[in-house]
């Protein structure tokens, strides 16, 4: 009875070993993967493109009235200096609300990407050796992506920051000397 009994138990061992899901190591690897792209979702929605909509809207305000104002030969060189760094917003504004909308997409995309090779891992689909070149693949993705939100949000700190010290010095210079 006893030796039917470990008999059994090993039995029962070599089942659920050879049950088990053998992608494990790559479905943790992919967890991870999304445990990244969480925080760049986290990190892309602390983008307000409104604030960055109003940012510009103000620049093209106060450049207007400055051109209007002001002649070159008739500004005082800080005023000069600080311009120029407001134009600063231009620069860094430029096409990024078509990089905004771009990068959430990719971010849609690359969390379906992840979602479905998970779920065709779990389900222990037959991959026929190319699932290591999906995993590369959406490494390769998840890295550009990092690399894209690091420049987006760079550029939204950047026109927030400038917009917020300077268009009121702006602001005040062309109230003073505007009559």
């Keep these: 009875m006893k ?7 090993i039995l029962l061992t070599l089942l659920s070993v050879s049950c088990g899901n053998p992608y494990e190591k790559e479905i943790k690897e992919v967890t991870e993967m999304q445990e990244v792209l969480i925080g760049v979702k ?22 207007d009235q400055i051109k209007t104002y002001y002649k070159p ?6 005023i000069t200096n600080l311009i120029n760094f407001y134009k600063g917003i231009k620069i860094s504004a430029k096409g990024f609300e078509d990089e905004y909308f771009a990068v959430g997409i990719q971010i849609e995309f690359i969390d379906k990407q992840l979602n479905t090779l998970k779920k065709d891992m779990e389900n222990n689909a037959d991959f026929n050796d190319s699932l290591s070149i999906f995993l590369e693949n959406e490494h390769k993705n998840l890295e550009e992506l990092s690399g894209e939100i690091g420049t987006l949000m760079y550029n939204y700190d950047y026109i927030i920051s400038v917009h917020d010290s300077v268009a009121s010095k702006v602001q005040n210079i062309l109230l003073e000397n505007v009559e």
């Design 73 to 78: 030969d008739s500004i005082d060189q800080n």
């Design 3 to 9: 030796i039917w009994s470990y008999g059994v138990m």
């Design 42 to 63: 986290q990190t892309y929605s602390q983008v307000d493109i409104a604030k960055v909509n109003f940012a510009m809207e103000s620049y093209l305000k106060n450049m």
